[in-house]
């Protein structure tokens, strides 16, 4: 195995988060015009013209956003009906990049202690408003966070707007600000099939106040084509009942291969978390200094007790190069 090594790994310590289980159908949008939208070499992107979404998202919009996961159920409703053949998986060596510490330190606040680099992010889909969760990540941009693919386009179908990132978000307070982004990415895989084996999406934010993400609240190191079977803690922010998705949750286990649909590649971990988590991130080892590898995709059911997640393998690494070097 090889591995690069860029960035100093992030030191923020998590002690809650969450993961999410499935709900009902979202709402479909036309899908954006030829300009907006580009697929080259396995990744498709649309370009943010919307420059209002921090505006947007008032404290009230905020609360009231749809848990994401109904966004997911309709992807894997899909692809459980179509039961699809598991592609043979491509050959590749372990690359790991790892992440920067912030340069603030977030204190506790109340009785959960937030993360700078992990929060919120709330878009807009047909209409609909939806919060899911995401992660500062390494990057060449420096502006630059991961999500589940269902978190920024429909899969198949349009891409979020009004998408906004709000770090180390805790009851309505969003103290490192709204980052609004300018590109979303996604591997075509998801995008145009909604493949449950690629639901992972990575958006490119403008800078704030005339600073990088990254430089504000720190950026997670970066893992794929790992081993299977590591043990993975996962973050989020579950919204469903019984959680209001006010707070950072975590969840942690030793990844098991889905053996309901094993066409999609994916692993889970125990977590009886709910919706608005999805596109957490997952850490490999007991704490968010680990490289990510993963993110929150499905359950099965409203009572779900295993979270799984998509595995980041070459072709969801071609989406993060992709969304990391970009302008």
Known sequence: MTSTRTLATSLMSLTTAALFALCSAGQATAAPTASDH????????????????????????????????????????????????????????????????????????????????????????????????????????????????HCLNEGPGAFATKFTFVPAY????????????????????????????????????????????????????????????????????????????ESLKSCSGTATNDPYNPQFNTQGIPCNMTGGSSGGPWFIGTSSSGYQNSVNSYGYGSKSTTMYGPYWGSVIQQTYNTASSAP
């Not at 204190?107 to 992660?135: D, W």
């Not at 990575?202 to 190191?221: R, T």
């Not at 790992?226 to 993975?232: D, I, P, T």
């Open 38 to 149: 580009n697929d080259v070499s396995g990744v498709s992107s649309s370009t943010v013209t919307d420059s209002a979404g921090a505006d947007y998202w008032t404290p009230e919009r905020m609360r009231g956003a749809i848990p994401g996961d109904v966004l997911a159920k309709r992807a894997l409703d899909r692809q459980k009906a179509k039961k699809p053949v598991l592609p043979a998986q491509a050959k590749a060596a372990e690359s790991k990049i790892e992440g920067s510490a912030p340069q603030i330190q977030q204190k506790a606040n109340g009785s959960e202690n937030p993360v700078s680099h992990i929060g919120k992010v709330f878009f807009t889909l047909g209409g609909a408003n939806y919060v899911c969760s995401a992660n500062s990540v390494a990057s060449t941009n420096r502006n630059t966070v991961s999500t589940a693919g």
């Open 170 to 245: 805790l009851n309505g307070a969003a103290p490192y600000g709204k980052w609004t982004a300018k590109a979303l990415y996604a591997p075509t895989q998801w995008s145009s099939s909604g493949s449950m084996q690629y639901d992972t999406g990575f958006a490119v934010m403008s800078q704030l106040n005339g600073s990088n993400l990254s430089d504000v609240v720190g950026a997670s190191g970066v893992s794929f084509n790992a081993a299977r079977g590591l043990a993975y803690k996962a973050f989020g922010y579950p919204a469903a009942s019984p959680f209001n998705g």
